[in-house]
């Protein structure tokens, strides 16, 4: 079966560092993404990993482990803008990414 | 930048009705993708689309759905005998291939069009 789980909420702070977990369990894998999609737009691409490890830009940073199928998205220095659902996405296939549910992050002042 | 299209914005239709919603991916891009998401869901792959044919489609795309490719630059979804269930936000995206390395699985997202089915 495919399945990604992640947190539905999470509430932090401005200026603070939140990290948002990812689970996955799918019958292929070419890859991680996360996006970031604010109410009633088009997700925006953050992030790819394929290799075990951190990568990093900017205020952004995610990190998977292939062998644990887990992955989390780590935001440094939030600001107010930041606040919008945060996607884990696996490309399952060639042709195909898997989405989950989405984590609604909200910034508090 | 260049950035994928959709048209229309917002679509309103009766039950029962055939809608075709129309998508121009970027200009240098092979593959292409429809995904929908209902209000509050998540975001759900329909069906991909390489050199003019189906690659993978999900158990969503049944024989409602079609797409089509009908000249070199839009990409289209077809829903004949619309539902009220198929009301939800669709999205187009494609991605360049397999010649830039670094950033190939990169999927860009057009805007999306609402489809509103009473």
């Known amino acids: 079966g495919q399945n990604i789980d992640q947190p539905t909420e999470m509430t932090a702070t401005e200026g603070a560092i939140v990290q948002i977990n990812c689970t996955y369990q799918t019958s292929g894998f070419n890859g991680l993404f996360w996006y970031q999609q604010h109410a009633g737009e088009a997700p925006t691409f953050l992030s790819y990993n394929v290799l075990d490890g951190l990568e990093e830009k900017g205020r952004f940073s995610s990190f998977l482990s292939r062998s644990k199928g887990y992955s989390y998205l780590l935001l440094k220095e939030l600001q107010m803008k930041d606040s919008a659902s945060y996607l884990c996405?696996?490309?399952?296939?060639?042709?195909?990414?898997?989405f989950g549910s989405g984590t609604r992050l909200s910034i508090r002042p | 930048e260049p950035e994928v299209t959709q048209t229309p914005s917002h679509q309103v239709t009766q039950m029962g009705q055939e809608v075709i919603l129309r998508c121009v991916p970027i200009s240098n891009h092979l593959y292409f993708y429809w995904y929908r998401q209902i209000l509050g869901q998540k975001v759900e792959f329909l069906v991909s689309?390489?050199?003019?044919?189906?690659?993978?489609k999900s158990e969503i795309f049944d024989d409602q759905f079609s797409v089509e490719r009908p000249d070199g630059s839009n990409f289209t979804l077809k829903i004949r005998s619309t539902k009220l269930e198929d009301s939800a936000m669709y999205f187009c995206?494609?991605?360049?291939?397999?010649?830039?390395?670094?950033?190939?699985?990169?999927?860009?997202f057009g805007p999306g069009t609402r489809l509103t089915v009473l």
């Open positions: 996405a696996v490309y399952s296939s060639a042709s195909k990414i898997i």
């Open positions: 995206a494609s991605r360049k291939g397999l010649e830039d390395r670094g950033s190939y699985n990169e999927q860009f």
């Open positions: 689309f390489y050199n003019n044919e189906i690659s993978e």
